[in-house]
């Protein structure tokens, strides 16, 4: 089995920083991309950021400039320092990891973390 463990939200005010984390343990024989999603009431998960194993990132347009997502692949850690938030990045954050589990022959899967609430507000 793998779990992703998530740490990092909270409450802060606007223009503040946060850092999430999420890492993952378990049965793992690789890991490829590692990736935020957030999600608001009523609306689907979308992608905050997203790195790949060569460290190719890519970025929603909202968060362009003000957020970093990055990895430590020593530790199966994925990270996502986030600043300037703005209220609009209230959401809950989840953490994606696609990994292979056990040995070389498994497919990809991809996992999720288990959410982490990121509130922006005074």
């Known amino acids: 089995q793998v779990q992703l463990v998530e740490s990092g939200g909270g409450l802060v005010q606007p223009g503040g920083s946060l850092t999430l984390s999420c890492a993952a343990s378990?049965?793992?024989?690789?890991?490829?991309?590692m990736g935020w999603y957030w999600q608001t009431p009523g609306k689907q998960r979308e992608l905050v950021a997203r790195?790949?194993?060569?460290?190719?990132?890519n970025y929603a347009d909202s968060v362009k400039g003000r957020f970093t997502i990055s990895r430590d692949n020593a530790k199966n850690a994925v990270y996502l320092q986030m600043n300037s938030l703005k209220p609009e990045d209230t959401a809950v954050y989840y953490c994606n990891v696609r990994l292979k589990p056990y040995s070389s022959t498994w497919p990809l899967r991809n996992y999720w973390g288990q959410g982490t609430q990121v509130t922006v507000s005074t």
């Open positions: 790195i790949t194993s060569g460290g190719d990132t």
């Open positions: 378990g049965s793992i024989f690789s890991i490829d991309a």
